[in-house]
C-alpha cells in the first residue's frame, strides 16, 4: 500500500471501483461530490451496498450510511473519521492510488470474468 | 391434538361469525355476492367486526390493545378473509398502525390507540401516487416546513380506504427528489385539518374486491401540525420499508383466506357431483388436483407460520423473509386456486350457481394480493440484492453460528414455545445476509438422521424424507455456487434469469421451513401432521418445480393426504397445519341428519 494514500481516499477508490463494477460505468465518469443516486444507485441498492462495506470492515455500520451521507466524499470522510478502515485502505484494489489519477486501466476486472473475486476468500 | 392458546381467538371469531354457507350468517357468501354485485362497502359487516372489538387485536398491548403475536393474528386475518376478502382486506388496513406502534412518540399512540379501539376509527396508507407508483423517493406530494408544521401539496392514488378512514399515513418529500432521506411520513388527523384543504378521489372502478373504497386523497395547501410527523423529518423511507416487512408478510393472510374457500367450494361439488356413475372426487385426476392444492395449503402454513413468529425471533432478518412469504405464498396460492377451478368446471366463472357464486369472486378479489404492497417483480428484485449476502454468510458459518441458529430455529418454528415479544425497533433495512430457514438446512437434517430408529417414526417415510432434503441441500449448494459465479449489478435492469433463481430460492425457503416445522411440531399437531407422509409430497412438489423428478413418490401417501383433507373437510376443521374449528357447516349437518334417517 502507498502510505501517501489517506484512509478516505482509499475508501473513496474502493467506492469509485465498486460503483463502476456494479453499474458499468467508467471510473472516469464518477465524480465524488455528486449525489450516488446520479449513478443510478436507488436507495435500496445504497442499503445493500453498506452490507458490502461492513464484509471488508468486519464491523457494523448504519444501514443508511449512504442516505445519511449521500456523495462518496461524505460517506468516506463519515467512515476515515469514524471507523477503524485499514481493511479498505490495505484492499489492493482501492488502495492503488492510479485508480483516482486514471493512469493505468481497471486493475483487476475480476468482477466480470470471475464472478465477485474473492468471495469465499474470507474465512 | 391440544388447543393452541394463539388459536383460541381466531376460533372464537370464527364460531361468532357462522357458517359463512348460511345465508343467516354475519359476512355470509350470500351476503357478501349481494355487496360485490352492487360494489357496495361493507359497511355493517365492518361495524360488526367493530363491535366484537377485533380492532383490539390490532393494537399491542403495551399501547392499550391485544395484540401479542402476529401468529395469533395471522389467524384471525384468515378467518375474515375466508369468508370475504373486500372486507379482510378494508379492516386490516389497521396493521398499518404499526408504523406508529413502531415510531411514534408515547402522545402519538395513546392517540392512536383510542382512535382506533374506542372510537372504532379506520386508517389508509397513502404512498403511491398517479405518476410515480412505486418509485418513493421521486414522489411529487410535498411538506413544506414552516413555523408550527408543514404545508401539504399534492395527491396520493391509488389509495384503499382513502375515503373512509380518519386516519392516514401520508408520505410526503421534505427534501429533494430523488433523495432517499427526502421523504417523512406523516399520520394525518382528517379531523383535525381544515376540511377545504384537502379532497378525496372518487373510487376506482375494479376488477376484484368491488365494494372496496379503492380511492385516493389530496392536499392543497394544507396545514399539518408538528404533532403528526412520525419520527424525523428524512426518516420517510426507512419508516416505510420497515412498515412494509409487516404487512407484506401478514398479506399472506388474505392469500391464505381465499385459498381455503377457493377449495372448499370445489369439494362441495366434487364430492356430490356424479360423472360416470361415480362422484368427480373418486375420479383420480381431479382428486390429485384437489390433494395437490391442499398440499399447498399446507406448505404455505409452514412458511407463513414460521415467518409470524419469526417477527418476534428474527426481526432483522425481515428483508429477507418477508420478500420470500409476499413472493411465495402469494402466488402459489393464487395458483392454487387457477389450479382447481377445471375440477368446478364452468361453474367457477358463474356469478349466481354453486355456494352463492363465490368461486369467481375469490378469484377475483385474490388476483390483487401478490400484486398490492410490492409485487411479485418488486420482492423478487429485493432478494436478488441480497444474494450475494445470503451466499456469503452461509457459506462463513461456524459452529458457534450454527448453535445460535439451532437455537433460534426452535423458538421460531416451535409452536409450543412462547415467541418473545415482538419488537419493531428491531427491524433492519437489510438483514446482512442472515436467513435461517436455509442456513439451518444442515441442522434439520441432522435431526432427520437423529430420527432414524425411532419408532415414533416410520421408516420409510423418513428414507425418502432425508433423500429429497438432501435434495433441497443439494440445490441450495447450487444456488449458492452459481450467485458466488455471476456478477453482479445494482439497479432495476437485474438480468430476467437472476428473477427465476429467485423463485428457485423461494421454493427452497419453503421446502426448509416445512422441514423445520414438522421436526418442531411432530409430537404437538396430531397424528395426520406426525406420519409425514405430506411433508415428503410437499417437499417432492417443491423440488419438481426446480429440477427433474419422478412425477409421483407415492401413491399410498396422496391417497392417505386426500383421506384427510376430506376428513378435516366433514368435520369444518381448517385445511391446516394447526386445523382449527370452523364454524359448524349448518348444511352438512342436516346431510347428516338425513344419513341417519335413512339408517
Known amino acids: 500500500m502507498n502510505s501517501s494514500v489517506s484512509n478516505q481516499t482509499a475508501i473513496a477508490n474502493w467506492l469509485i471501483q465498486q460503483l463502476s463494477e456494479k453499474l458499468s460505468l467508467d471510473k472516469s465518469s464518477i465524480s ?92 | 391434538m391440544e388447543q393452541l392458546e394463539q388459536y383460541r381467538i381466531a376460533e372464537n371469531l370464527e364460531q361468532d361469525l357462522g357458517d359463512p354457507s348460511h345465508p343467516e350468517s354475519v359476512m355470509s357468501f350470500k351476503t357478501v355476492m349481494e355487496l360485490d354485485e352492487q360494489e357496495a362497502f361493507p359497511e355493517q ?25 402476529f401468529e395469533e393474528f395471522l389467524a384471525i386475518v384468515r378467518v375474515l378473509s375466508r369468508r370475504d376478502q373486500t372486507t379482510g382486506i378494508a379492516f386490516t388496513t389497521l396493521f398499518w398502525s404499526f408504523l406508529c406502534w413502531m415510531a411514534g412518540t408515547d402522545a402519538q399512540k395513546q392517540k ?49 380506504r382513502a375515503t373512509r378512514s380518519g386516519l392516514s399515513f401520508v408520505l410526503a418529500r421534505t427534501g429533494e427528489e430523488g433523495e432517499a432521506k427526502g421523504l417523512s411520513l406523516f399520520m394525518v388527523d382528517k379531523r383535525e385539518l381544515d376540511s377545504s384543504n384537502y379532497y378525496n378521489l372518487p373510487k376506482i372502478l375494479t376488477h376484484g374486491i368491488r365494494g372496496s373504497d379503492m380511492s385516493g386523497i389530496g392536499f392543497s395547501d394544507c396545514f399539518v401540525p ?26 399472506a393472510a388474505f392469500s391464505q383466506g381465499a385459498a381455503d374457500t377457493a377449495l372448499k367450494t370445489t369439494l362441495n361439488f366434487a364430492l356430490k357431483r356424479i360423472v360416470y356413475n361415480k362422484t368427480v372426487w373418486e375420479l383420480p385426476q381431479p382428486r390429485k388436483v384437489l390433494t395437490d392444492a391442499f398440499l399447498d395449503i399446507l406448505i404455505c402454513d409452514c412458511e407463513t407460520i414460521g415467518a409470524a413468529r419469526g417477527f418476534s425471533v428474527v426481526p432483522e432478518q425481515f428483508s429477507v423473509w418477508a420478500a420470500v412469504v409476499k413472493y411465495f405464498v402469494t402466488r402459489q396460492l393464487e395458483q ?53 449476502q445470503l451466499t456469503k454468510t452461509r ?23 412462547p415467541a418473545p415479544n415482538f419488537e419493531p425497533t428491531k427491524l433492519e433495512l437489510f438483514g446482512r445476509g442472515a436467513d435461517d430457514s436455509l442456513q439451518g438446512l444442515e441442522i434439520a437434517l441432522t435431526q432427520l438422521e437423529e430420527l432414524k430408529g425411532n419408532p415414533e417414526v416410520d421408516s420409510e417415510m423418513l428414507e425418502k424424507l432425508i433423500a429429497l432434503s ?28 437472476l428473477f427465476e433463481i429467485a423463485k428457485k430460492y423461494c421454493a427452497l425457503h419453503a421446502a426448509a421451513s416445512c422441514l423445520h416445522m414438522w421436526i418442531y411440531n411432530r409430537q404437538l399437531l396430531g397424528d395426520f401432521f406426525a406420519q409425514g407422509e405430506w411433508l415428503v409430497l410437499s417437499i417432492h412438489r417443491l423440488l419438481r418445480t426446480i429440477r427433474p423428478m419422478p412425477y409421483s413418490i407415492s401413491e399410498t401417501y396422496s391417497e392417505n393426504v386426500a383421506n384427510e383433507l376430506v376428513r378435516l373437510h366433514k368435520s369444518d376443521k381448517l385445511f391446516s397445519i394447526v386445523p382449527i374449528q370452523l364454524a359448524q357447516s349448518i348444511i352438512k349437518q342436516e346431510d347428516k341428519i338425513n344419513e341417519l334417517i335413512r339408517i
Not at chain 2, 474 to 490: G, V, W, Y
Open chain 2, 470 to 497: 438432501n435434495l433441497v441441500l443439494e440445490e441450495l449448494n447450487a444456488h449458492d455456487e452459481a450467485i458466488a459465479q455471476s456478477k453482479f449489478e445494482f439497479g432495476h435492469e437485474q438480468s430476467p434469469e
Open chain 1, 32 to 123: 465524488v461530490s455528486e449525489p450516488l443516486t446520479r449513478y443510478g444507485l436507488d436507495s435500496i441498492d445504497a442499503v445493500t451496498m453498506v452490507g458490502d462495506i461492513e464484509d471488508i470492515l468486519d464491523v457494523e455500520l448504519p444501514s443508511t450510511l449512504f442516505w445519511d451521507y449521500p456523495t462518496i466524499e461524505k460517506s468516506s470522510q463519515f467512515l476515515a473519521d469514524n471507523y477503524d478502515v485499514s481493511a479498505i485502505a490495505f484492499d489492493s484494489d482501492a488502495a492503488t492510488p492510479e485508480v483516482v489519477e486514471e493512469k493505468v486501466p481497471e486493475p483487476v476486472a475480476a468482477g466480470k470474468s470471475k464472478g465477485w473475486g474473492g468471495l469465499f476468500g474470507r474465512s
Open chain 2, 336 to 388: 392454487m386456486v387457477n389450479d382447481v377451478y377445471v375440477v368446478l368446471g364452468s361453474r367457477f366463472y358463474m356469478r349466481d350457481e354453486h355456494d352463492y357464486g363465490i368461486f369467481q369472486k375469490v378469484l377475483r378479489d385474490n388476483s390483487i394480493i401478490s400484486m398490492f404492497d410490492g409485487s411479485t417483480v418488486v420482492n423478487l428484485h429485493a432478494l436478488i440484492l441480497q444474494f450475494r
Open chain 2, 45 to 69: 359487516e365492518l361495524t360488526w367486526l367493530y363491535n366484537w372489538h377485533l380492532q383490539d387485536y390490532y393494537v399491542p398491548a403495551n399501547c392499550g390493545g391485544k395484540f401479542t403475536n
Open chain 2, 395 to 417: 457459506q462463513r458459518r461456524k459452529p458457534k453460528t450454527m448453535s445460535a441458529i439451532a437455537s433460534r430455529l426452535e423458538t421460531t418454528f416451535s409452536l409450543q414455545k
Open chain 2, 112 to 160: 392512536l390507540s383510542k382512535f382506533i379501539i374506542e372510537e372504532q376509527g379506520a386508517l389508509c396508507l397513502g404512498y403511491s401516487e398517479r405518476e410515480h407508483g412505486s418509485d418513493l423517493v421521486n414522489g411529487g406530494l410535498t411538506a413544506t416546513k414552516v413555523s408550527g408544521g408543514y404545508i401539504l401539496n399534492g395527491e396520493k392514488w391509488p389509495i384503499n
Open chain 2, 226 to 251: 408538528d404533532s403528526m410527523l412520525l419520527w424525523k423529518e428524512g426518516d420517510g423511507l426507512e419508516l416505510g420499508l420497515k412498515g412494509f416487512q409487516i404487512t407484506r408478510t401478514f398479506c
